[in-house]
Nanobody, 125 residues
Framework: VQLQASGGGLVQAGGSLRLSCAASGRTFSNYVMGWFRQAPGKEREFVAGINSNGVSTAYTDSVKGRFTISRDNAKNTVYLQMNTLKPEDTALYYC???????????????????WGQGTQVTVSS
């Protein structure tokens, strides 16, 4: 699976962005999709995950109520709607795909097989 993330940019605190991740190469609907982020000097962290049919989602606590992950299997695309952005959301955001069996493993980046190139999100205060 090849993944292409887009939609990042510079936004003021309180603003919104929608990230997209377009997949190609294999059957997109077979994969769990995740969004991760990495800020300078920090480890990559899980942001959100969604199962193959889009019914189940999970979020890290710091983004719950502000971010929404969704997918459109007809378009081979996963989205991350980010609202009420904060300066601490500033990071390089990556999408990832994997055949994870249990939602309890979605936070673990080692479980994912394919990664996009990342898109930068910068939130100014």
């Amino acid at each position: 699976v090849q993944l292409q993330a887009s939609g990042g940019g510079l936004v003021q605190a309180g603003g919104s962005l929608r990230l997209s991740c377009a997949a190609s190469g294999r059957t997109f609907s077979n994969y769990v999709m995740g969004w991760f982020r990495q800020a300078p000097g920090k480890e990559r962290e899980f942001v959100a995950g969604i199962n193959s049919n889009g019914v189940s989602t999970a979020y890290t606590d710091s983004v719950k109520g502000r971010f929404t992950i969704s997918r459109d299997n007809a378009k081979n695309t996963v989205y991350l709607q980010m609202n009420t952005l904060k300066p601490e959301d500033t990071a390089l955001y990556y999408c990832a795909a994997g055949t994870l069996r249990y939602s309890s493993t979605w936070y673990d980046d080692a479980q994912y097989d394919y990664w996009g190139q990342g898109t930068q999100v910068t939130v100014s205060s």
